[in-house]
Structure formats: structure tokens, C-alpha cells
């Protein structure tokens, strides 16, 4: 018996909810896929929400905040050598860093509050060697007048480096290194000028050899062909380097014109000094400091070449340390704070204050003025009120006098003593002390170099 064909129908064969497991399983298999194309689509509709977000602007500003074009120069030189501004490319070079000085960070208000001191000690020195004083402006440019060191090995006010130094006569070891010593380090600078301008013939030359060294210009020019500075291709750095420098001077020498104005007045720089020739050498610089009584912070910062703990001379060789002509001691206290002023040391006055014609230019004359003023006639009763109220370093009793002690004393606790042998003393009452010392009580005690209040003594009944 034949049997018949029997039709099979392939949709009812699969079972019920074959399509969405077959989703599933697709999902679990590359659901890591899946899940980042998600989070893709998710971010760039994010993106595209805040880029499409409108924005609002304070209607108060309008009208009231302004951003000007900066106008360049029609006109610029540097050490009497002429910029050719009316190059297109040397115009827009010199404006993009015109800008710089002018907008970003009021570096240049800064500048004209510091540079004021640093161009009077330097430029003399500059002229005496027979530069333009628009050499002054490279310092600026190099280090804004601060004895800093570069990543490169560069240091000093003028950024030299180490080779460099020595071989134009700086003194650089452990204990000394001349590149921090303004004057010295502005000498050797000077002939650093003088040679590249001998070698490659203009001042514009003799910057780029200054900041790349006279071996890589000599053979960027040896390469392209040229001499010129404005055709030369050179790095990043030296490439913009004369522009910084003729930038910087424009907006220093004509201020108000780029809307920077100051007070009159307001400048910063270092106070009068005086020298104290050293001729033998000083094993330990903070024992020196303290023969003449000036804080080794202060020794160091007007004498940043001094780089070590001592210093070693050489026979025959003399040094000359600068010190204020007034160092100030501030003692803090829990309420006021007392300024104290004490002449500082020197070891020899007359020797101190001469000036070598030969090493020292004329820029010392207003310290030497100051020095021969008598400090007590101008401030004769501050300064004495001021060495009035000294801090003891050693407990000394009261001397009997008739007088009343009328001002405060600062006193420095030593091992064993308390409040009733401070009253004892300095003859003045527990009470008095404790009104002149309000976190004190009667149970304080008293920690080794704390530093006591002594209020002024009274009249006994």
C-alpha cells in the first residue's frame, strides 16, 4: 500500500518564541559590541545637545568691555639697527608677540613696577662697554632681572651658560657662580655681544647666536644661504627671539599707549646697600651672618651668587658682600607686631663704601649719598624707640634705678624660669604680666624660648 506525501509546514514546526530567543542570543554574544555602540551614540548625542545649546550673553556687559587690535609700530629698531616692519611677515611676527606682551597676564605692568631699578644698574655698565642700552631689554627678556636657571643649564640674570661663563671670565664653582651676580654677569654678557657681532656682523645676528650658540647659526646660514636674520629659517625659540626683545622695549618705552599706566612712584628694587670687603676666607656663612647681624635670607638675597655654605678666597683675592644699610628684624606677637631696626654691621665703614672706578660704575653714588646721611637725624625718635624694645637673648635681672621702666621688653623663657621670677625679675607684678600676655594664666607653663611680654613698670603706691 503506497503511502501518501504528507506536507510539512516549517512555521509550525518552530516552537513559540524562537525570534526572540534567537534576539537574546544574539545579545548575549556581543553584548560588549552592542553596549559600547551604545554608549558611542549616547556621548555624540550629549556633544551635539551642549554645542546646539544656546547660548546667553549679559546684556550688562555690552558696551562696557572691549577688545582692541593693538596698532604696530610704523617704525622699531633695536641697538640702532631698523626693523623692517614693512615686511609683512616681520609686521605680523613683531605683532603676535606685541600682543603677548600687552595681553596675556600683565607681565608688562609688572615689568615697568621692576625693571626701573635693574635698567639704572645696568645700562651704565652696558654703555661702558660700548653697547646700545636697548641691550638692557635682553636681561628683561631673559630672565625679568631674577637670578633663576633654566632646564637647560642657562643661568643668571642673562641666562648664560656654563662654558659660556668661564670662558668670558665668570667665576662659577660650589661656593660661587658670577652668573648671579648682576654686574658681573652683565660684563661678561657685554662681551658675549661683542664677539657675535664681530663674527656675524649685526646686532640682529649677534641675538640669534646669543640664544641658539654661534655654532648652530653659523651653520643655518652656511645651509640657506644667507646672513640675514629676517630670511633666515631658524628653531621656534630664536626665530621670535629678537621680536620678544624689540616688543617688550615698545611697550616699556610707551606704556600709555597700550593703556598700561602706574602710579608714580611705585617701582620695586632693593634698598640702599653697603660693601664689606672680604679678604680671608669664611668657613661657615651663617656664623658671618650672625657676627653681623643680619639674617642669612638677607646675606643671600642681595648676594645670590654666593651659592654655598662658605666661601673659600684665594690669596690676593677679595670679595665684596653686600649688606642694607638698614636690616629689619620683625619679632611677632599675639596682638601687634613690633618692627625693630638695627644698623648692620660692617666691619670696616670706610673700606665699605668705596667704589672701584674701574669695576663699579656710577650707579652706586645714590647708596653712597645714603650712607653718609646720619640715620638718627631724620628718624631719631622711631629708631630709638625701636632699639628700645629689643629681645633679650639671655635673661638679665632688673637694675635698680630710680627711673620707672616705661616700655615693653620681649622676653625669651630659659630653662626653670616662671611667671612669679620673671615678676621678681623685672619688678613687675604676676597680674601685670598675665594683662600683658592674655593667653597666659596663673597655670601656664612656661615652654623653653617662648616669648614673654614684660609690660612697662608702674608707680608704687
Known sequence: MQSLPVHIDPKQNKPKGFLLKSIANVLVRFRLPILGICLLVAALFAISRHILFPVTFNSALQGRYQLIALETPDSAFFAGEQIPVNDMDVKQRLDRELTKQVMYGGGSALHLKRFKYYFKKVRPII??????????????????????????????????????????????????????????STRAACR????????????????????????????????????????????????????????LKEVIERAENYGIKLNKGIQYGEEPVKYISVKSSIPNLEAWAKEKQVPLRVIKLYNPWLKGSRLTIKAGKTYRIAIPLKVKKYVSYSEEPLLTLSDADSSNNADSLLINVDERPKVFDEDKQVAKQDPTTSQTGAIATAKQEVKPTEPVAAEPTTELRTKTIIHKIAKGESLSKLAVMYDVPVADILKANKKLNRRSTLALDQEIRIPPQKAKN
Open 127 to 184: 654703555k661702558q662697554l660700548g653697547l646700545h642700552p636697548d641691550f638692557a631689554y635682553v636681561a628683561a627678556v631673559e630672565s625679568g632681572f631674577q637670578p633663576i636657571v633654566s632646564g637647560k643649564g642657562a643661568a643668571g640674570y642673562w641666562q648664560i651658560m656654563d662654558a659660556s661663563g668661564r670662558k668670558f671670565g665668570l667665576e662659577i664653582n660650589n661656593e660661587v657662580d658670577e652668573r648671579y651676580h648682576l654686574e658681573y
Open 192 to 247: 658675549i655681544f661683542l664677539a657675535m657681532k664681530r663674527e656675524f656682523g649685526s646686532w640682529a645676528n649677534a641675538l640669534a647666536a646669543y640664544n641658539m650658540g654661534n655654532g648652530a647659526l653659523a651653520r643655518s646660514m652656511a645651509s640657506q644661504g644667507t646672513n640675514n636674520y629676517f630670511d633666515l629659517k631658524l628653531n621656534r625659540e630664536t626665530g621670535k627671539y629678537l621680536y620678544k626683545v624689540v616688543a
